[in-house]
């Protein structure tokens, strides 16, 4: 099973710009990967989801046209390139993978956090 490392989170003025990484131990371009996001007292959410290939994508409402999902196999690496950044962004971001139904390959998280 792969192990999934996220980075680039940090603190950033509403408005700014961040983007994060997810790096993962082996080739992982037969499994739909995605980010997830948790912010103090609320559940997961799904934020964005891409197909092994690249060529599909899902967003949330809440981040569709802010943010774009992308992936570089020959790197094992997923990014969230996150734009116009709000305070209602601020969580815990999670990179997790999966080949069937269910998500069950998760990273530790990286703290995004949008201030005013």
């Known amino acids: 099973q792969a192990q999934l490392v996220e980075s680039g989170g940090g603190l950033v003025q509403a408005g700014g710009s961040l983007r994060l990484s997810c790096a993962a131990s082996?080739?992982?371009?037969?499994?739909?990967m995605a980010w997830f996001r948790q912010a103090p007292g609320k559940g997961r959410e799904l934020v964005a989801d891409?197909?092994?290939?690249?060529?599909?994508?899902y967003y949330a409402d809440s981040v569709k046209g802010r943010f774009t999902i992308s992936r570089d196999n020959a790197k094992n690496t997923l990014y969230l390139q996150m734009d116009s950044l709000k305070l209602e962004d601020t969580a815990v971001y999670y990179c997790?993978?999966?080949?069937?139904?269910?998500?069950?390959?998760w990273g530790q998280g990286t703290q995004v956090t949008v201030s005013s």
């Open positions: 891409i197909s092994g290939s690249g060529r599909g994508t």
């Open positions: 997790a993978a999966r080949r069937g139904m269910q998500y069950d390959t």
């Open positions: 082996e080739r992982t371009s037969s499994y739909t």
